[in-house]
């Protein structure tokens, strides 16, 4: 089997929407810690402290949630290239855009998920807050969790089988874990490039819709410091602290001030790819492990029918576990969030 060369190096940038950037900056800076690049009228420009390049997440101000674009680095100036031959031979809409903030040209077009999707190369190199002689492990005075950097993204799609395909085929990504219906559907994949689980994953929801951008925690430490942090801040913590059956990382999910959800994501219990590495198939039926591996399979419907128990039949709790508005993924889009419906999300406490 040919295998195909390396040409994503990483997830570059999410860009999300901000229904107030003065309180969610706040945030950024000081609960989650990501540091900041710049501001530029209604958009601000963020990093984590390991990255070397200019920014990696953006946040920009409008009057609902959810995801503006996301973009994928190339390895080289000539993979756009390459890239751009690919999405003609393929019929595919796409426009140039000759810059952006510190950031050289792009390739941008929708996936078939209604997601905008950029390629790019070139990007200022700023280096992380390290000296590049020397250096120690970690930058003094940090705050927040402060996370090295963003690892991935996951989105939804209303056929999420066209858009797998879609990143399968034409932006050539491999397959690293798929959860599979019982007629062999595709429901939702995990896709990758650079040799970790995924750059990012495509479960079932509305088009263009915005599941979570991750952040990497690389440790257990990191990961129970992050939850001691949220809880801190009372920002709402969605789920965790856990891990995915799917890729092994550990987990926390929780919502910025206008309703984004964010994860950490430890990926130093996840494996890492190799370019014959095999994908690894879920069955439906075991959605709930698969997801939230330590307790999913006590959701009501993430079990399989007839299965009420598990091995060791609890008489008490299950009752309290059940999801709210559970439909076949824990989907809750952030565009779906009101403003009026958000403030509720997120508290600071007063210092
Ligand atoms: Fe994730």
Same mark, same amino acid.
């Given at each position: 089997?040919?295998?195909?060369?390396?040409?994503?190096?990483?997830?570059?940038?999410?860009?999300?929407?901000?229904?107030?950037? #003065?309180?969610?900056?706040?945030?950024?800076?000081?609960?989650?810690?990501?540091? +900041?690049?710049?501001?530029?009228?209604?958009?601000?420009?963020? =990093?984590?402290?390991?990255?070397?390049?200019?920014?990696?997440?953006?946040?920009?101000? &409008?009057?609902?949630?959810?995801?503006?674009?996301?973009?994928?680095?190339?390895?080289?100036?000539?993979?756009?290239?390459?890239?751009?031959? @690919?999405? =003609?031979?393929?019929?595919?809409?796409? #426009?140039?855009?000759?810059?952006?903030?510190?950031?050289?040209?792009?390739?941008?077009?929708t996936? !078939?998920?209604g997601?905008?999707?950029? +390629?790019?190369?070139?990007?200022d190199?700023?280096?992380?807050?390290?000296?590049?002689?020397?250096?120690?492990?970690?930058p003094?005075?940090?705050?927040?969790?402060?996370?090295?950097?963003? %690892?991935?993204?996951?989105?939804?799609?209303?056929?999420?089988?066209?858009? $797998?395909?879609?990143?399968?085929?034409?932006?050539?990504?491999?397959? &690293?874990?798929?959860?599979?219906?019982?007629?062999?559907?595709?429901?939702?994949?995990?896709?990758?490039?650079? !040799?970790?689980?995924?750059?990012?994953?495509?479960?079932?929801? =509305?088009?263009?819709?915005f599941h979570?951008?991750?952040?990497?925690?690389?440790?257990?430490?990191?990961?129970? @410091?992050?939850?001691?942090?949220?809880?801190?801040?009372?920002?709402?913590? %969605?789920?965790?602290?856990?891990?995915h059956?799917?890729? @092994?990382?550990?987990?926390?999910?929780?919502?910025?001030? &206008?309703?984004?959800?964010?994860?950490?994501?430890?990926?130093?219990?996840?494996?890492?790819?190799?370019? %014959?590495? @095999?994908? $690894?198939?879920?069955t439906? %039926?075991?959605?709930?492990?698969?997801?939230?591996?330590?307790?999913?399979?006590?959701? *009501?419907?993430?079990? !399989?029918?007839? #299965?009420?128990?598990?091995?060791?039949?609890?008489?008490?709790?299950?009752?309290?576990?059940? +999801?709210?508005?559970?439909?076949?993924?824990?989907?809750?889009?952030?565009?779906?969030?009101?403003? #009026?419906?958000?403030?509720?999300?997120?508290? *600071? *406490?007063?210092?």
């Open positions: 089997m040919p295998i195909m060369p390396y040409r994503i190096s990483r997830l570059g940038l999410v860009e999300i929407r901000s229904l107030d950037l #003065d309180r969610d900056l706040d945030y950024y800076l000081n609960v989650l810690g990501l540091q +900041l690049t710049a501001r530029e009228g209604k958009t601000a420009y963020l =990093k984590g402290w390991d990255e070397r390049h200019a920014y990696s997440f953006a946040l920009t101000e &409008s009057d609902r949630a959810g995801m503006v674009r996301m973009a994928f680095r190339t390895v080289d100036p000539e993979d756009l290239d390459y890239y751009e031959k @690919r999405l =003609k031979d393929f019929g595919i809409k796409y #426009d140039i855009i000759p810059e952006d903030y510190r950031r050289g040209r792009a390739i941008r077009f996936a !078939p998920s997601h905008t999707v950029e +390629l790019y190369n070139e990007m190199y700023t280096g992380n807050l390290l000296p590049t002689v020397n250096p120690g492990p970690w003094e005075g940090l705050r927040g969790i402060a996370p090295p950097r963003l %690892d991935h993204t996951l989105v939804t799609a209303p056929e999420p089988g066209k858009a $797998i395909e879609f990143f399968q085929t034409v932006l050539e990504f491999r397959l &690293s874990e798929m959860l599979v219906a019982p007629d062999g559907t595709i429901i939702a994949a995990w896709l990758w490039q650079r !040799p970790a689980p995924h750059d990012i994953a495509i479960v079932p929801g =509305k088009p263009g819709g979570h951008a991750a952040f990497v925690v690389d440790s257990a430490d990191a990961l129970f @410091r992050a939850a001691d942090i949220l809880a801190m801040h009372k920002a709402r913590i %969605d789920y965790g602290p856990g891990r059956g799917i890729t @092994r990382g550990t987990t926390i999910y929780f919502f910025d001030p &206008s309703g984004n959800r964010l994860e950490t994501f430890g990926g130093y219990t996840a494996y890492q790819m190799d370019p %014959d590495s @095999r994908a $690894i198939r879920w439906q %039926d075991q959605i709930g492990p698969a997801v939230f591996y330590y307790s999913g399979w006590r959701h *009501r419907r993430m079990r !399989p029918r007839g #299965d009420r128990t598990g091995r060791y039949p609890q008489s008490r709790g299950e009752r309290h576990v059940r +999801l709210p508005r559970w439909r076949l993924w824990h989907v809750q889009d952030a565009s779906d969030l009101r403003p #009026d419906r958000t403030r509720a999300l997120f508290r *600071r *406490r007063s210092p």
